[in-house]
């Protein structure tokens, strides 16, 4: 598995230097989980239990996303973070619940190391991926909803292609027809690099059905 590093622009990489994206490369779409998949949810469930959930927020990796939503402006006790999302997800449905291959993926990679992913169709976004701020009047996607004034955004060459941590523009994300995914995971002070590369070797894995 190769993992490269996303360009951060650089008004974000003074005010957060340790901000970082790192992205990496699937060579296939997503589809229906494979009943191995389906069972390592289904088991991840069983141990996954209520007294865990609570305790979530406290453990560093997951902390360390808490911090970062505060610093960006958002509240992550009503904005939360993907692992709180999911945690509060296996609560409310009494388990985690298999979607597709590439949703499931992420859940287990989110969920076994805290780190959150985002993917998007390779052939719909540009070669370069990164991070910046929106500029005035800029709106998601080539003709989404305005964003706000300084919005975190993943973009490429041309575009935003994400809130970061939130709305996808229409047409980057995974469908049915996707070839090539691209997986990316976002950085933020307190999370150390080998807990972003598990996360992204733990969804690969899944996805192919092979080590990363």
């Known amino acids: 598995m190769k993992v490269t590093s996303g360009w951060i622009d650089a008004e974000l990489a003074s005010e957060f230097p340790q901000l970082a994206l790192h992205v990496?490369?699937?060579?296939?779409?997503?589809?229906k989980s494979p009943p191995e998949v389906r069972e390592r949810l289904k088991a991840m469930s069983d141990r996954y239990t209520g007294g865990r959930a609570v305790q979530l927020r406290q453990e560093p990796v997951p902390w360390a996303y808490r911090v970062f939503f505060r610093q960006v402006g958002l509240?992550?006790?009503e904005s939360r973070t993907p692992a709180e999302a999911l945690a509060l997800a296996r609560m409310q449905h009494g388990?985690?619940?298999?979607a597709n291959l590439l949703d499931d993926a992420i859940a287990i990679a989110t969920v076994e190391t805290g780190v959150?992913?985002?993917?998007?169709?390779?052939?719909?976004?540009?070669?370069?991926?990164?991070?910046?701020?929106s500029r005035p009047g800029e709106r998601l996607g080539e003709d989404g909803r305005e964003l706000s004034v300084r919005q975190l955004l993943v973009a490429d060459e041309d575009r935003s292609i994400a809130v970061l941590f939130g709305d996808m523009a229409d047409g980057r994300g995974v469908h049915p027809g996707t070839r090539r995914m691209l997986l990316c995971a976002v950085q933020v002070k307190g999370v150390p690099q080998?807990?972003?590369?598990?996360?992204?070797?733990?969804?690969?894995?899944?996805?192919?059905?092979?080590?990363?």
């Open 75 to 77: 509240d992550p006790d």
């Open 116 to 133: 959150p992913i985002v993917a998007f169709d390779a052939d719909r976004v540009g070669r370069e991926i990164g991070l910046r701020l």
């Open 95 to 98: 388990g985690f619940k298999s």
């Open 194 to 212: 080998v807990s972003v590369e598990e996360a992204l070797w733990t969804a690969v894995e899944v996805i192919t059905g092979e080590s990363a």
């Open 24 to 31: 990496v490369e699937v060579g296939c779409g997503s589809g």
